[in-house]
């Protein structure tokens, strides 16, 4: 026969076993849990809302990008069918830049509001900022007509002759 204190002890001993077995069980059971680091969106930097060019000459605008995880940044733009393109020039530091830029820009282009979304991508978030490209006409001075010779008589104290010059914007002729 079992001892009253054998009795006790054993049951002692059982339960720090079932317990044991317990802690044992659950650091088995234990999830792991694992933190992705959080992509952040490209940062953009100012861009006027409207830029001017004049007629004859090139756009040549520069845009500064950065990115928090220091990712590689691309650029594009849309729409696609005018005059302007965007092109990645240098990187320095964390700032990359870029340079909205067009050929020279002739009176075909002019008159004319062109709106322009630009988007920066670190290649899993895109950012874009929307500007209005406005090319400005310019107004040529007229152009005369070749006056030629002709002689003067300077007894006569009137001269009189006509010239006609001609406005290049307007087409208009005038004498």
């Given at each position: 026969?079992?001892?009253r204190?054998m009795?006790?002890?054993?049951?002692?001993?059982?339960?720090?076993?079932?317990l044991?077995?317990?802690?044992?069980f659950?650091?088995?059971?234990?999830?792991?849990?694992y933190?992705?680091?959080i992509?952040k969106?490209?940062?953009?930097?100012q861009?006027?809302n409207?830029i001017?060019?004049c007629?004859g000459?090139?756009?040549?605008?520069?845009?500064?990008?950065?990115?928090p995880?220091k990712?590689?940044?691309?650029?594009?733009?849309?729409?696609n069918?005018d005059?302007?393109?965007?092109?990645?020039?240098?990187n320095?530091?964390?700032?990359?830049?870029?340079?909205l830029?067009?050929?020279?820009?002739s009176?075909?282009?002019t008159?004319?509001k062109?709106?322009?979304?630009?988007?920066?991508?670190?290649?899993?978030?895109?950012?874009?900022?929307?500007?209005?490209?406005?090319v400005?006409?310019i107004?040529?001075?007229?152009?005369?007509e070749?006056?030629g010779?002709?002689?003067?008589?300077?007894?006569n104290?009137?001269?009189?002759y006509?010239i006609?010059?001609?406005?290049?914007?307007?087409?208009?002729?005038?004498?």
């Amino acid at each position: 026969m079992i001892k009253r204190g054998m009795t006790r002890s054993l049951v002692i001993v059982l339960m720090i076993g079932f317990l044991f077995g317990l802690f044992i069980f659950s650091q088995d059971e234990k999830e792991e849990f694992y933190l992705a680091p959080i992509n952040k969106q490209p940062i953009i930097g100012q861009i006027n809302n409207q830029i001017f060019v004049c007629e004859g000459d090139a756009l040549s605008y520069f845009i500064d990008a950065g990115d928090p995880e220091k990712d590689i940044i691309e650029f594009s733009t849309k729409p696609n069918n005018d005059p302007f393109h965007i092109r990645k020039i240098s990187n320095y530091q964390d700032i990359t830049r870029a340079e909205l830029y067009s050929a020279n820009l002739s009176k075909n282009d002019t008159n004319k509001k062109y709106k322009k979304t630009i988007y920066v991508s670190d290649g899993q978030i895109v950012e874009s900022a929307q500007t209005e490209i406005e090319v400005i006409e310019i107004n040529n001075a007229p152009e005369i007509e070749d006056l030629g010779a002709f002689t003067v008589d300077k007894k006569n104290n009137q001269f009189e002759y006509q010239i006609i010059a001609s406005d290049k914007e307007s087409g208009d002729y005038t004498a």
